[in-house]
């Protein structure tokens, strides 16, 4: 494996750009976000088309030129010190054949988002390197956990993190150390057979999602399974997996980790020893916390839980 790019850590007053490379945003759903990034001591520079709207099929922020303009010129411009998203949604895959990282190579800067983000953060692996898998600057309008986006700050000044978890009784014990790669589960599913899917080979897999159906959660898993991924990894991590199912029918709906989605992953795994963790908190939740993507990580799954960065 080549060696990962880690940005240098971020000092007070430095430019983070703010783009939205998917869903349509309004400029009221950044204020808090953008409003924390100044109270952390930086300066937050938006994109040309971050309020932008085009409507095709789904309501996009721009249209593809405009949103992988706005994309290359923050991975691309040495006065950005970090490129944070201001949501997910859908349409980060229009981008990934336009991306231009030359600049990126001499001035690495943290990537930093989840949820359809996750296909650029696999772009950005392939090419060695890390980005952040956390909240984006819209989700701070939803009144999530104030440690969730301090975390992330704590990142971006050259701290790992370093995680307890509350043990669940679905856990497979065991210890394992590798890559962490992954992200939302419909995108690492989306790029599969694709040049742009993620190397599963010996890595430590995340995986979280939000408002999908049952049918399609085990539709999901068994794509994994047949493509051999659950062969390769050393060991698995589940976060998030909330509105599932339909919502008349399941009383969890709302919960953060779904007991049924969770049982339904389970069942698929049998086979597999490798280590896995459920309930690690990340994804589409109240304390989303923060995740390096293609950094090494240590998970130990005992009676304590723990997963460290190194």
């Not at 691309?76 to 981008?95: P, T």
């Not at 399974?225 to 659950?230: P, S």
Request: aromatic fraction near 12%; hydrophobic fraction near 35%.
């Amino acid at each position: 494996m080549d060696e990962m790019i880690f940005p240098k850590s971020l000092k007070k007053g430095d430019e983070i750009a703010i783009i939205s490379p998917a869903g349509a945003v309004e400029e009221k759903q950044l204020e808090k976000g953008l409003e924390i990034i100044r109270q952390k001591g930086f300066e937050p520079v938006l994109g040309k088309h971050v309020y932008t709207e085009f409507s095709n099929g789904y309501s996009y922020a721009g249209t593809e030129k405009e949103r992988i303009s706005d994309l290359n010129w923050a991975f691309n411009n040495d006065g950005i010190s970090a490129v944070w998203a201001s949501r997910g949604g859908y349409g980060c895959q229009h981008l990934l054949g336009h991306l231009q990282l030359s600049k990126l190579k001499k001035n690495p800067k943290w990537y930093i988002g989840y949820s359809d983000n996750t296909v650029i953060q696999s772009f950005l692996l392939k090419n060695n390197f890390v980005s952040i898998h956390g909240q984006t600057i819209k989700t701070s309008n939803f009144g999530v956990s104030d440690e969730s986006y301090d975390l992330i700050f704590d990142i971006l000044k050259g701290e790992k993190p370093d995680y307890k978890v509350e043990s669940n009784p679905l856990n497979k014990k065991g210890t394992a150390e590798g890559q962490l790669i992954g992200g939302n589960l419909a995108l690492i599913y989306a790029l599969l057979g694709t040049p742009y899917s993620f190397n599963f080979k010996d890595k430590i897999l995340f995986i979280e999602d939000i408002g999908e159906n049952y049918y399609a959660l085990d539709r999901m898993m068994m794509s994994l399974e047949l493509a051999g991924v659950f062969r390769k990894i050393k060991g698995l991590i589940i976060g998030g997996m909330t509105y599932m199912g339909d919502e008349k029918d399941n009383k969890n709906y709302a919960e953060s980790f779904d007991g049924f989605a969770y049982q339904l992953i389970s069942d698929r795994l049998k086979k597999y020893g490798f280590p896995t963790l459920f309930g690690f908190p990340n994804g589409h939740i109240f304390d989303n916390k923060p995740l390096i993507i293609g950094a090494d990580i240590k998970m130990q799954i005992e009676d304590q839980v723990k997963v460290q960065f190194k």
